[in-house]
């Protein structure tokens, strides 16, 4: 497979500070890399520098074979870009925003019209064609800045958190945008502070600290590290029973490699697919006589991944798919 970007040591300072310290990755064509970092881990500065859009102090960045210092006109029309802040004119329609990115690419009036309204099919914008972008939800508002960003047809694509702040809902049909996208072929490098985000939409994932990688796999093995998702069982009964009820847990999981950690009335433990394993700890529990006041299931965050690799913690972020349900008791 050829790789479409690829980053060579990359070192940005601005003054003193040392925003890139020699960060390297490539995105093969076609396929999906995703960069995770907390605020000020240099995401954004790292996807400008491969855009072209950040001078670097040293290092260099390709695309598609063609390098983004030397040959910027070539790495302009190969590539598309939307900024972590929606870049679109509010005072334009959606149709004129499109219009305007088309002349800018040197298109004539009617190519950029053609391609335009191509986007604005493409993407069901349709009712939002003729209105102006101040009158747009914040979800409506990263669609046409997507749009804007494929109005040249550009071979690979980088987003800088392409979701942030949008709802559920807005965010899930701009994952499918994305994904109609990268199933038609394209190359994606997006930056994001979601797990969740990295995981449905990246085939790897590069996470950042300070500048540097700090871990690099298969969203499976990053989550992988860290022994699954964590399960937390209430008690009902008293802290008594909570030493009885590991030994009953820990029975079940033998073999596992989870570890349980007890605390009064409470068990914890990490379990890779814990549902597999959820029924026969409720039956071997209540078999044994102590009932259980509640149950969680929660899915690794991208703190906690952070913190497995790095000790430290991210900046707090919305909490990632959670499932949690009670059973029987209070
Ligand atoms: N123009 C600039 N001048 C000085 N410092 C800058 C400049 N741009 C970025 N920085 C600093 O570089 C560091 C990395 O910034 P960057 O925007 O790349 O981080 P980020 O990972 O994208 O963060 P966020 O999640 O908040 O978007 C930060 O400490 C930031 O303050
Ligand atoms: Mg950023």
């Given at each position: 497979m050829a790789v479409a970007i690829e980053a060579e040591r990359l070192v940005k300072k601005f003054g003193q500070h040392?925003?890139?310290?020699e960060l390297s990755f490539t995105v093969d064509e076609g396929t999906v890399l995703g960069v995770l970092g907390p605020n000020g881990a240099g995401k954004t500065t790292a996807v400008k520098a491969v855009t072209g859009l950040c001078a670097l102090d040293s290092g260099s960045a390709r695309i598609l074979g063609h390098s983004?210092?030397?040959?910027s006109n070539v790495v302009k029309q190969l590539t598309g870009f939307s900024g972590q802040?929606?870049?679109?004119?509010?005072?334009?329609t959606t149709m004129e925003n499109l219009v305007l990115v088309g002349r800018l690419y040197g298109h004539t009036k009617s190519d950029a019209q053609r391609r335009a309204h191509e986007l604005v099919e493409a993407f069901d914008m349709g009712s939002y064609?003729?209105?102006?972008?101040?009158?747009?939800s914040g979800g409506m508002r990263r669609r046409v800045d997507l749009a804007c960003a494929l109005v040249g047809t550009p071979k690979v694509l980088v987003l800088d958190?392409?979701?942030?702040?949008?709802?559920p809902s807005s965010r899930v049909s701009l994952w499918q945008m994305i994904q109609g996208l990268v199933g038609d072929g394209m190359t994606l490098l997006l930056t994001t502070q979601y797990l969740e985000e990295a995981d449905v939409l990246a085939d790897q994932i590069l996470v950042m600290s300070k500048g540097r990688q700090v871990a690099h796999g298969a969203p499976e093995d990053l989550k992988g590290r860290l022994g699954g998702e964590q399960v937390v069982v209430e008690l009902a009964?008293?802290?008594?029973?909570t030493a009885r009820a590991a030994k009953v847990v820990e029975g079940i999981l033998a073999g596992t490699g989870a570890q349980i950690a007890t605390q009064d009335g409470q068990l914890s433990f990490r379990v890779p697919d814990a549902s597999r394993w959820l029924a026969s700890c409720v039956s071997a529990l209540t078999a044994d006589g102590i009932s259980i006041g509640g149950l969680s299931v929660k899915a690794p965050t991208l703190d906690d991944v952070f913190f497995a690799l790095t000790g430290d913690s991210m900046e707090p972020t919305e909490p990632d798919a959670q499932l949690a349900f009670i059973t029987g008791g209070s």
């Open positions: 040392v925003v890139l310290d983004v210092s030397k040959e802040y929606a870049a679109v004119d509010e005072d334009l064609a003729r209105k102006r972008v101040a009158q747009h958190e392409p979701t942030t702040g949008l709802d009964s008293t802290e008594a029973d």
